[in-house]
């Protein structure tokens, strides 16, 4: 499929609501406009349409009948998002009309979009880079403000200006590198030469790693970070749950193991936004269903970045809190909180402490929703620790794929370094050349094909 080729799409969600546009992105996109749409005003004949004019009048049907009542516009490239002749239609939005459009539009010779790829097109026409086409779709799913702040950012182009200039100076350095294995004889102090390339390759490692201790944040405030709710049947799970959401989502019952299987909710904890999962009790059974439901509780535990681990403090330190407590991970943020604090205590803070060192411990009773604000400020002192705070001078990272890029760049400036002192230097030219096209991928100017389509593929269709 050619960018020759017109492209359409219903570019908002389906639904009632008081606008609907669908888009027209191509060659072809002035001359069907003007064929299924006739403007209650045209203007004179030599000036319409008017470029970036909104004209109000109706679609008609191939049969000549009214389809709706619309705004639409016409959109000489190269001054569009896509950079191609545009056209939008802003109609009532409800899908049987929205689909009655784009049929019509269809009908006329363009094909319908795949996804992502009006975002595609602005790429690949020099518009946007990869990390700014990435960002529209980071805006789109943001799941904080801060999230879609740090998307906004990075669609004007900060993370791409900072990869640019140090994708230039490699470049720069490369290129002393090369013309020293080139005239070896004009070489006065090699010693000198090479503390001048160490001091650049640790300057880029430096850069990298102040672009990388971002990339948690970035990800966190873009998808919200993974959390799961861990505990023995009938610690209060659910009742944490259901207090944090300020929701019934989950059935609570004094009867243990009510919850079978996992239940998630999102919500905002001191600007972070959390995808809370509560999981089925852990605890040793022969029931197939309940060993079903904790085997993906065990699972959802080993996957999430924060853990809360509940405990029933009515009752003592029992082999199945030893269970729960066994799926901590290595380097998992973890939050103990002892529950029932409104009934009588057999499980004191002190035992706690001494089994969890440092992790914080917040007491509660959920169904009574006591301590959840002590709770939440705990979470967000803990967030804020590990994944530093907003207003960072450095561009943020907001996919794993960037994050993944700068730490491969980064292990090529580690093997130029290692190599620099005894070896010869086209292997510091290697790895150096390696680094300044792995680091091409954050704005797609190395990446392939695959990688493009990949990306795009995330897109929904009308964007």
């Given at each position: 499929m050619g960018f020759d080729e017109t492209i359409a799409a219903i570019g908002t969600p389906p639904g009632e609501g008081g606008i609907g546009i669908v888009r027209i992105s191509g060659a072809e996109a002035y001359s069907i406009g003007k064929r299924i749409f006739v403007p209650r005003r045209k203007g004179p004949a030599d000036d319409y349409p008017r470029s970036h004019h909104l004209y109000y009048g109706h679609i008609f049907s191939e049969k000549g009948g009214i389809i709706d009542e619309v705004l639409l516009s016409f959109m000489k490239a190269p001054h569009t998002y896509t950079r191609e002749d545009s056209v939008e239609i802003n109609c009532h939005s409800g899908i049987f009309t929205l689909r009655q459009i784009l049929k019509r539009v269809l009908s006329e010779g363009a094909r319908l979009a795949r996804p992502g790829e009006f975002t595609e097109r602005a790429f690949l026409r020099g518009r946007i880079d990869l990390s700014q086409a990435e960002?529209?779709?980071?805006?789109?799913?943001?799941?904080?403000?801060?999230?879609?702040?740090?998307?906004?950012?990075?669609?004007?182009?900060?993370?791409?200006?900072?990869?640019?200039?140090?994708?230039?100076?490699?470049?720069?350095?490369?290129?002393?590198?090369?013309?020293?294995?080139?005239?070896?004889?004009?070489?006065?102090?090699?010693?000198?030469?090479?503390?001048?390339?160490?001091?650049?390759?640790?300057?880029?490692?430096?850069?990298?790693?102040?672009?990388?201790?971002?990339?948690?944040?970035?990800?966190?405030?873009?998808?919200?970070?993974?959390?799961?709710?861990?505990?023995?049947?009938?610690?209060?799970?659910?009742?944490?749950?259901?207090?944090?959401?300020?929701?019934?989502?989950?059935?609570?019952?004094?009867?243990?193991?009510?919850?079978?299987?996992?239940?998630?909710?999102?919500?905002?904890?001191?600007?972070?936004?959390?995808?809370?999962?509560?999981?089925?009790?852990?605890?040793?059974?022969?029931?197939?269903?309940?060993?079903?439901?904790?085997?993906?509780?065990?699972?959802?535990?080993?996957r999430a970045r924060l853990m809360i681990l509940v405990l029933d403090g009515s009752t003592a330190w029992s082999e199945d809190d030893d269970a729960a407590a066994a799926l901590i991970g290595p380097g998992q943020l973890v939050v103990i909180v002892i529950n029932k604090i409104d009934l009588r205590q057999r499980l004191s803070r002190e035992i706690v402490s001494e089994k969890f060192g440092d992790c914080p411990v917040v007491e509660t009773a959920a169904i009574k929703d006591e301590g959840i604000g002590c709770l939440e400020e705990t979470i967000g002192r803990l967030l804020d620790r590990s994944l530093g705070t907003a207003g960072a001078e450095s561009p943020i990272m907001t996919s794993m794929r960037q994050a993944r890029i700068v730490e491969e760049t980064r292990d090529s400036l580690e093997r130029a370094l290692g190599v620099l002192s005894g070896q010869p230097l086209e292997l510091v030219a290697l790895e150096l050349r390696e680094a300044w096209r792995k680091l091409g991928e954050i704005t797609g100017e190395t990446a392939s094909g695959e990688l493009l389509d990949q990306i795009f593929s995330e897109f929904c269709i009308g964007k």
């Amino acid at each position: 499929m050619g960018f020759d080729e017109t492209i359409a799409a219903i570019g908002t969600p389906p639904g009632e609501g008081g606008i609907g546009i669908v888009r027209i992105s191509g060659a072809e996109a002035y001359s069907i406009g003007k064929r299924i749409f006739v403007p209650r005003r045209k203007g004179p004949a030599d000036d319409y349409p008017r470029s970036h004019h909104l004209y109000y009048g109706h679609i008609f049907s191939e049969k000549g009948g009214i389809i709706d009542e619309v705004l639409l516009s016409f959109m000489k490239a190269p001054h569009t998002y896509t950079r191609e002749d545009s056209v939008e239609i802003n109609c009532h939005s409800g899908i049987f009309t929205l689909r009655q459009i784009l049929k019509r539009v269809l009908s006329e010779g363009a094909r319908l979009a795949r996804p992502g790829e009006f975002t595609e097109r602005a790429f690949l026409r020099g518009r946007i880079d990869l990390s700014q086409a990435e960002s529209v779709l980071r805006i789109i799913r943001a799941r904080s403000e801060e999230g879609a702040r740090i998307a906004a950012d990075n669609l004007k182009g900060r993370l791409s200006q900072n990869i640019r200039k140090m994708r230039s100076a490699m470049l720069s350095l490369l290129a002393r590198v090369e013309a020293q294995l080139d005239f070896p004889d004009d070489l006065d102090d090699e010693a000198a030469v090479e503390e001048e390339i160490k001091k650049e390759l640790l300057r880029f490692r430096g850069e990298l790693e102040r672009l990388a201790e971002g990339a948690e944040r970035g990800q966190t405030m873009q998808e919200g970070l993974l959390s799961a709710i861990v505990g023995k049947p009938n610690a209060g799970k659910s009742s944490l749950l259901n207090a944090l959401l300020r929701e019934q989502r989950a059935i609570v019952h004094e009867a243990p193991g009510t919850t079978r299987d996992l239940l998630e909710g999102y919500l905002t904890i001191s600007g972070y936004p959390l995808r809370l999962i509560d999981t089925a009790g852990i605890h040793a059974t022969e029931d197939p269903v309940e060993q079903a439901g904790i085997k993906k509780a065990a699972g959802a535990a080993t996957r999430a970045r924060l853990m809360i681990l509940v405990l029933d403090g009515s009752t003592a330190w029992s082999e199945d809190d030893d269970a729960a407590a066994a799926l901590i991970g290595p380097g998992q943020l973890v939050v103990i909180v002892i529950n029932k604090i409104d009934l009588r205590q057999r499980l004191s803070r002190e035992i706690v402490s001494e089994k969890f060192g440092d992790c914080p411990v917040v007491e509660t009773a959920a169904i009574k929703d006591e301590g959840i604000g002590c709770l939440e400020e705990t979470i967000g002192r803990l967030l804020d620790r590990s994944l530093g705070t907003a207003g960072a001078e450095s561009p943020i990272m907001t996919s794993m794929r960037q994050a993944r890029i700068v730490e491969e760049t980064r292990d090529s400036l580690e093997r130029a370094l290692g190599v620099l002192s005894g070896q010869p230097l086209e292997l510091v030219a290697l790895e150096l050349r390696e680094a300044w096209r792995k680091l091409g991928e954050i704005t797609g100017e190395t990446a392939s094909g695959e990688l493009l389509d990949q990306i795009f593929s995330e897109f929904c269709i009308g964007k």
